[in-house]
Structures are given as structure tokens and as C-alpha cells.
């Protein structure tokens, strides 16, 4: 069994920073890559960035020079240092992991999801 546990999301005032984490744990061999998506009311879960396990990131262009995501790969956990938040950021955080486990004699990859945490930005 896998799980992420999320944390860090909450109220903070348009220009402020949070940071959010995520730690999977459980039965798995390796991390192949680690990410955050974000849910607006009414949207589709939708990409904000992806770290691999060599540290190869990729944004989405809303946020890039605003957020910083990273890899703690000793931990198995993923950050994500948000900065200059903007109301429109607001939002639900989905961490996501693509995980490579072990069946037998042979090896998968899998992705799971955390629960979410919520991420408001307003005054």
C-alpha cells in the first residue's frame, strides 16, 4: 500500500509565500517523479509542476518564477515553495507520484494521489 500525506496549504494574503509537502510512503521500489496539481472550483485538475528523481522540473507558465518545486529524495517527499501568490492561485493541491513498484520478478510504474490541501489566497 501507498500513501501521500499533503501539508502545508491555508489562508495567506495576495503577494505572501507558502509551502506545501508531500511524503509518500509504503510499499514501493523507487520514485520515478513527483508533482502538484491544482483544483479551482468549477475546473479541471489542472498541471503546476513536475520534479523527477534526477531533479528535471517542469512548470506551468502561471507560475514560473513564483514557484520552486523540489525533492527530498532520502525523505520521499516533494515541496513546493510558492511566492508572490495571487488570488487566482487559489485552489485545492493534489500531490501525484509516479512510483515504480515490484510484482514478482518484474517492476511497474504507478501513480497515486494525495487528499488535497486547500490554498487560498485573498485579503
Known amino acids: 500500500q501507498v500513501q501521500l500525506v499533503e501539508s502545508g496549504g491555508g489562508l495567506v494574503q495576495p503577494g505572501g509565500s507558502l509551502r506545501l509537502s508531500c511524503a509518500a510512503s509504503?510499499?514501493?521500489?523507487?520514485?520515478?517523479?513527483m508533482g502538484w496539481y491544482q483544483q479551482a472550483p468549477g475546473k479541471q485538475r489542472e498541471l503546476v509542476a513536475t520534479i523527477t528523481s534526477g531533479g528535471t522540473t517542469n512548470y506551468v507558465d502561471s507560475v514560473k518564477g513564483r514557484f520552486t518545486i523540489s525533492m527530498d529524495n532520502a525523505k520521499n517527499t516533494v515541496y513546493l515553495q510558492m511566492n508572490s501568490l495571487k488570488p487566482e492561485d487559489t485552489a485545492v493541491y493534489y500531490c501525484?507520484?509516479?512510483?515504480?513498484?515490484?510484482?514478482?520478478?518484474?517492476?511497474?510504474?504507478?501513480?497515486?494521489w494525495g487528499q488535497g490541501t486547500q490554498v487560498t489566497v485573498s485579503s
Open positions: 509504503g510499499s514501493f521500489f523507487s520514485i520515478n517523479a
Open positions: 501525484n507520484a509516479n512510483l515504480k513498484r515490484r510484482s514478482f520478478s518484474s517492476y511497474y510504474s504507478a501513480a497515486y
